[in-house]
């Protein structure tokens, strides 16, 4: 009887990990997001876009002859709920994490995977103090940092366009700040050098639904350009509400506003001419693994997803599976050791290489703009 039930135990294992059987336990990895709340297409396209990924793996062998396992908790975008699905996972005793969207919502479950030694990896947060204002050993990012895109804004808005009055609004929030504050510092050589004005900067409050006070001011301000680093919900209202107001001036929108929930909320009539500094989207990504993953994706989903950020979810996954190969091990000392030395992980978006600090070394960015259907475009000058 025994025996019989050890098959049985195989042929369920088979038909839960991809059709492959795998005589060991599965290595359980977290993915921790905002399946629920204001960001909930973005949590939801990112369990879409790691269960894909986790296919695909076991489809290979796993990792170290291992199934994983993805075992989800959601964030609801909100600090509190980010801690509390941290413990969740970590009780869970799950060997890594991918972890999360938001830097504010990350922060507070980075500190917690830090106590616990689980290595964390984010897919969807910005802010340089996440790796700069302390020292993590188990804290990584698949994504690129808040400077970066501040320093390509004020290089294109100047050299590339020549938009010199330039109005920047935020939320106050982690993510929407920081960008605004790295963008201001990347302008100051060129307020210097009298190629750039600041006109506008100020923040609007998250979650309104008129911000017609705020827009007037801008539109006081006379800016060539408006450019706002916050997220797609306000974004989209932020849009209709000026163009209706009759406000004309090109809308920019840092990498948190575009998704298809940022074109409905907006209409198609006003999202047509925005631009958006992005790292490379989805459709314009052609690495081996990318059309490996979209083919996947494709033909469980139906579309690939409107956001980056799922992606580089995805690619939290991948880096750790090669980790973990290249250590041998899920002790938590060896992966984050692997993960700062390995130079063999590819992802989707490209290989993919860790800085000592934990930041993702050479994510690039380009200037993308909406056409009259609603599709980004990458834009050339």
């Given amino acids: 009887m025994k025996s019989r039930r050890i098959v049985v135990f195989l042929v369920l294992g088979a038909v839960l990990f991809g059709g492959q059987v795998f005589a060991e336990e599965p290595i359980r990895i977290g993915l921790q997001a905002p399946i ?7 949590g939801q396209m990112a369990r879409q876009c790691v269960e894909v990924a986790a296919e695909l793996i076991n489809k290979q062998g796993g990792i170290l002859g291992r199934p994983v396992e993805i075992i989800v908790a959601d964030d609801a975008s909100n600090p509190r709920d980010s801690a509390l699905a941290a413990q969740k996972l970590i009780s869970q ?3 890594a994490a991918i972890a ?23 897919y969807g947060a910005t802010a340089v103090r996440l790796t700069m204002g302390k020292e993590r050993r188990y804290f990584f990012r698949t994504c690129g ?3 970066s895109q501040g320093e390509f804004f004020a290089r294109f808005a100047v050299e590339a366009m020549g ?5 920047i609004m935020h939320d106050n929030q982690t993510y929407g700040k920081g960008v605004a504050e790295e963008t201001k510092k990347y302008l100051e050589p060129y307020i210097r050098e009298g190629r750039a004005e600041i006109v506008y900067y100020d923040a609007i409050t998250p979650g309104e639904q008129d911000y017609s006070a705020a827009l007037t001011k801008l ?3 006379n800016p060539d350009v408006w450019y706002y680093t916050a997220y797609y919900p306000e974004a989209g209202l932020l849009v209709r509400q000026a163009r209706e107001m009759g406000i004309t001036v090109p809308f920019v929108g840092s990498n948190a506003v575009p998704n298809e929930d940022f074109v409905r909320i907006a209409g198609l009539e006003y999202v047509a001419g925005t631009f958006m500094t ?3 989207l989805p459709q314009d990504l052609n690495t081996p693994k990318a059309q490996v ?3 996947a994706y494709r033909a469980k989903y139906g579309n690939i997803p409107s956001s980056p950020w799922p992606i580089y979810a995805a690619d939290a996954l991948f880096a750790l599976a090669q980790a973990i190969e290249n250590a041998k091990s899920i002790k938590p000392d060896d992966i984050a050791q692997a993960m700062r030395t390995m130079e063999n992980a590819e992802g989707i978006t490209g290989p993919i290489v860790f800085t000592e600090r934990g930041d993702r070394k050479g994510v690039p960015y380009a200037m993308y703009r909406y056409n009259e259907k609603g599709q980004l475009e990458l834009f050339t000058p």
């Avoid at 938009?163 to 109005?167: F, Q, Y």
Wanted: proline share 4%.
């Fill in 36 to 42: 629920t709340g204001n960001f909930a297409i973005e």
């Fill in 93 to 95: 005793g799950v060997v």
């Fill in 100 to 122: 999360s969207y938001g830097s504010s919502v990350t922060e507070p479950a980075a500190d917690l995977y830090e106590r616990n030694r689980v290595v964390c990896v984010a």
């Fill in 145 to 147: 940092r808040d400077d």
């Fill in 163 to 167: 938009w010199r009055r330039i109005a």
């Fill in 219 to 221: 539109r006081e301000s």
């Fill in 278 to 280: 992005q790292e490379p």
């Fill in 293 to 295: 993953f979209f083919t």
